[in-house]
């Protein structure tokens, strides 16, 4: 006996496909830590233009030792409260001091770690108005004349190696290095929101991995000094 799809199990079917190139582009280029190399076409669509963002700074296999360094100090920092220091507990001869200092010695680690790595940006999209869709030469030309209210969304990794993307307006940018120098962009929003991240790195050498249209982020970074300046004017 031969089974024969029904037009409902077809109709399905179609619906759990990509129902365009676009679509299928888009997940891959948002997807933190699946990509394994960007080609030079592969935020392009050759028929259809550009998508509704495009990448202009990757962190590139940084963004795996971060991740795998703040995962790292998370266990080391358990198994100091929950193993080590129970197991040498206070009969020694420095009495309560001895798992003390063991806890103190597993939280530090994690603490630098999580006071200098949130503000590192592992993924920036520039967003595009319809008109700069089309191709990269219109890209181009929104980025010589980037409007104040352009929008950036900035990629960075949450305490437990989680992706957190924040969407800044250009003008809320501000250079200001702090951190110990782990920060060096200062988003100010017209509104407060404590859960919202303010601190940010970039390199200011460019993008340190391969994006689609190299240039952009150096293009946003000069911009984002020159109204630093003029800002303290």
Known sequence: MIFRPTPLLRAIRLQAKPTSLTSRIQCRNLNFWGRKGMKENDAVITAKGLGDKILIYYAGQRIVFVATLKLATLFVAGFCTFIAAPSVGIETE?????????????????????????????????????????????????????????????????????????????????????????????????????????????????????????GIMDEIMNLVREQTVLEKK
């Open 94 to 214: 420095y009495g309560y001091w001895a798992p003390v200092g063991i806890i103190i010695a597993g939280i530090i680690p994690i603490a630098f770690m999580q006071y200098t790595s949130p503000p590192y940006v592992t993924h920036a999209y520039l967003h595009l108005p319809p008109w700069a869709r089309v191709s990269r030469e219109m890209v181009a030309r929104y980025v010589k004349k980037l409007p104040p209210s352009a929008e950036i969304s900035l990629g960075t990794i949450r305490t437990l190696g989680r992706p957190q993307l924040s969407k800044v307006i250009l003008s809320e940018l501000r250079y200001k290095p702090k951190r110990l120098g782990c920060s060096n962009w200062e988003w100010k929003p017209p509104f407060e929101d404590k859960k919202m991240y303010r601190d940010f790195f970039v390199d200011q050498r460019g993008s340190p991995a391969k994006v689609p249209m190299p």
